[in-house]
């Protein structure tokens, strides 16, 4: 079965950074879309950052030059690195993936604290 494992996420306090990780296994990972989604308290879960499987990236504007997502096939992972953290970035960081066949995916989640 497919799943996703996302690690890295803890307390920071503002202007910090964090590496999320995500580690996919029974999925075609070279061959699916990976994106980072996250969920603030009392709020609907958003898109962050994508990244096709020819390695094209988007980003939220709330995001744009602070954060970067990467992938390394070889390890079946896929890296949200976020640098300059702020308070509102606090969140659960969630893993998924859309494979070539166009079914999706979702990781348990890793919280994210940005806090004085």
């Known amino acids: 079965q497919v799943q996703l494992v996302e690690s890295g996420g803890g307390l920071v306090q503002p202007g910090g950074f964090l590496r999320l990780s995500c580690v996919g296994s029974?999925?075609?990972?070279?061959?699916?879309?990976m994106d980072w989604y996250h969920q603030g308290p009392g709020k609907e879960r958003e898109l962050v950052a994508m990244i096709t499987s020819g390695d094209t990236t988007n980003y939220a504007d709330s995001v744009k030059g602070r954060f970067t997502i990467s992938r390394d096939n070889a390890k079946n992972t896929v890296y949200l690195q976020m640098n300059s953290l702020k308070p509102e970035d606090t969140a659960v960081y969630y893993c998924?993936?859309?494979?070539?066949?166009?079914?999706?995916?979702w990781g348990e989640g890793t919280l994210v604290t940005v806090s004085a």
């Open positions: 998924h993936a859309r494979d070539w066949n166009g079914s999706d995916y």
């Open positions: 029974g999925i075609s990972f070279s061959s699916s879309r």
